[in-house]
């Protein structure tokens, strides 16, 4: 059983004060058993994710691995997406207990982070993972990862890049929610699936994306990811109580891999 940590049912109230100071309406407890909170964007950390999986016997977390992925993105919010699902791959190395795959990761989460140039108080983050992996210290290496993700958080606010840290807090979510989705299908389970329905969370994201700056928002690729999210909060609205069918857990794996697959691409349509 995969580890149970800080998990419990919370207000979207409670996630948006902490972002904007908004009102709006409660969670679901059967969307998310937990949402992270910071001072800046509250969306699920990866390993929130996969903890809130809850799925019955092992789960084939290597079988999830992606390809490697490009380190020459030149355009700030495709990095910043890519850095988000990056930091995704390494709960998921963390998850199989692939201590060498951890360490790449690691290495690679610090190269697209000095390309935004947030990278000053990473290097010590990232020795202290390659630490942890030789060691096998699996929890506290979950632990690190998370305080790796709020040090770049910290650092793009601290340059005034909040528009950035809405776009790592979002890559993180679709390659997440790309993940759950997979090990779902990979051995159907109605109480694992009932995970996928998050239509107020996605709703939440949409707006985030609303309040990015306007130039960045009328890049390319941004317009594209707002677009696909209007129809994964479509897959994901299933009914209250309901878990979604193995087909529909395979259109949600579908459209989030299509989302991930334009975020990773070095050509982006114009």
Same mark, same amino acid.
């Given at each position: 059983?995969?580890?149970?940590? *800080?998990?419990?049912? !919370?207000?979207?109230?409670?996630? !948006?004060?902490?972002?904007?100071?908004? =009102?709006?309406?409660?969670?679901? #407890?059967?969307?998310?058993?937990? #949402?992270?909170?910071?001072?800046?964007?509250?969306?699920?950390?990866?390993?929130? $994710?996969?903890?809130?999986?809850?799925?019955?016997?092992?789960?084939?977390?290597?079988?999830?691995?992606?390809?490697?992925?490009?380190?020459?993105?030149?355009?700030?919010?495709?990095?910043?997406?890519?850095?988000?699902?990056?930091?995704?791959?390494? +709960? !998921?190395?963390?998850? #199989?207990?692939?201590?060498? /795959?951890?360490?790449?990761?690691?290495?690679?989460?610090? %190269?697209?982070?000095?390309?935004?140039?947030?990278? =000053?108080?990473?290097?010590? *983050?990232?020795?202290?993972?390659?630490?942890?992996?030789?060691?096998?210290?699996?929890?506290?290496?979950?632990?690190?990862?998370? #305080?790796?993700?709020?040090?770049? %958080?910290?650092?793009?606010?601290?340059?005034?890049?909040?528009?950035?840290?809405?776009?790592?807090?979002?890559?993180?979510?679709?390659?997440?929610?790309?993940?759950?989705?997979?090990?779902?299908?990979?051995?159907?389970?109605?109480?694992?699936? %009932?995970?996928?329905?998050?239509?107020? $969370?996605?709703? +939440?994201?949409?707006?985030?994306?609303?309040?990015?700056?306007? /130039?960045?928002?009328?890049?390319? $690729?941004?317009?594209?990811?707002?677009?696909?999210?209007?129809?994964?909060? %479509?897959?994901?609205? +299933?009914?209250?109580?309901?878990?979604?069918?193995?087909?529909?857990? *395979?259109?949600?794996?579908?459209?989030?891999?299509?989302?991930?697959?334009?975020?990773?691409?070095?050509? !982006?349509?114009?």
């Amino acid at each position: 059983m995969i580890r149970l940590t *800080r998990l419990g049912a !919370i207000s979207l109230t409670a996630m !948006i004060l902490a972002a904007t100071g908004a =009102e709006t309406g409660r969670l679901p #407890a059967d969307q998310l058993a937990k #949402a992270a909170r910071s001072d800046s964007i509250s969306i699920p950390t990866p390993g929130e $994710l996969f903890a809130a999986l809850e799925k019955p016997g092992k789960t084939n977390w290597s079988g999830q691995y992606r390809g490697p992925m490009p380190m020459t993105y030149r355009n700030r919010a495709q990095i910043a997406l890519n850095l988000g699902g990056l930091i995704a791959d390494g +709960f !998921i190395a963390v998850e #199989a207990k692939d201590s060498q /795959q951890v360490k790449n990761i690691g290495s690679d989460i610090i %190269k697209l982070a000095k390309a935004l140039g947030v990278s =000053e108080n990473l290097l010590r *983050r990232g020795n202290s993972i390659n630490e942890f992996a030789e060691n096998d210290e699996w929890d506290t290496l979950q632990e690190e990862l998370e #305080a790796t993700q709020n040090e770049v %958080k910290s650092s793009m606010q601290s340059h005034s890049d909040q528009d950035l840290v809405i776009l790592l807090c979002l890559g993180g979510w679709i390659r997440g929610t790309q993940v759950v989705s997979g090990a779902i299908m990979q051995n159907y389970d109605e109480r694992s699936a %009932k995970v996928l329905r998050q239509p107020a $969370l996605v709703s +939440f994201m949409k707006s985030k994306i609303n309040e990015i700056s306007p /130039q960045l928002r009328s890049e390319p $690729l941004l317009r594209d990811v707002s677009e696909q999210l209007t129809g994964i909060e %479509k897959l994901v609205s +299933f009914p209250a109580g309901k878990a979604p069918s193995a087909d529909e857990v *395979r259109k949600v794996n579908e459209a989030v891999g299509k989302v991930m697959e334009k975020i990773e691409s070095k050509t !982006i349509e114009k």
